[in-house]
Nanobody
Framework: DVLLVESGGDFVHPGGSLRLSCTAS????????MTWVRQAPGKGFEWIST????????NYSDSAKGRFTISRDNSKNTLYLQLNNLRPDDTAKYHC??????????RGQGTQVTVSS
């Protein structure tokens, strides 16, 4: 079974940085597109970024471009999301998923990022 476990979320002040991790098991991680999405309270899922299996192709939402960086270490079956210059509107639960579109099934339980002064 697909198992995804996110970690690294925390409370930070505006302008701060975090590095999120997603540890994967139960499928061929190195052959899989991987995606980060987030869900703010009372809102639907928002796509953030996708990376291909080899890690040499990435894509970002407009809100993530220039501030967030997706990467992966296939030797560790781990996906990362570096979050820089965080803003209050980045506050959300962040999930990794093998899906490339809604409803983003096969996602982990998420890790909470809270940005506030």
């Amino acid at each position: 079974d697909v198992l995804l476990v996110e970690s690294g979320g925390d409370f930070v002040h505006p302008g701060g940085s975090l590095r999120l991790s997603c540890t994967a098991s139960g499928f061929a991680f190195g052959d899989s597109l991987m995606t980060w999405v987030r869900q703010a309270p009372g809102k639907g899922f928002e796509w953030i970024s996708t990376i291909n299996g080899g890690g040499d192709w990435t894509n970002y939402s407009d809100s993530a471009k220039g501030r967030f960086t997706i990467s992966r270490d296939n030797s560790k079956n781990t996906l990362y999301l570096q979050l820089n210059n965080l803003r209050p509107d980045d506050t959300a639960k962040y999930h990794c998923t093998t899906a490339t579109g809604p409803p983003y099934a096969n996602r982990g339980q998420g890790t909470q990022v809270t940005v506030s002064s």
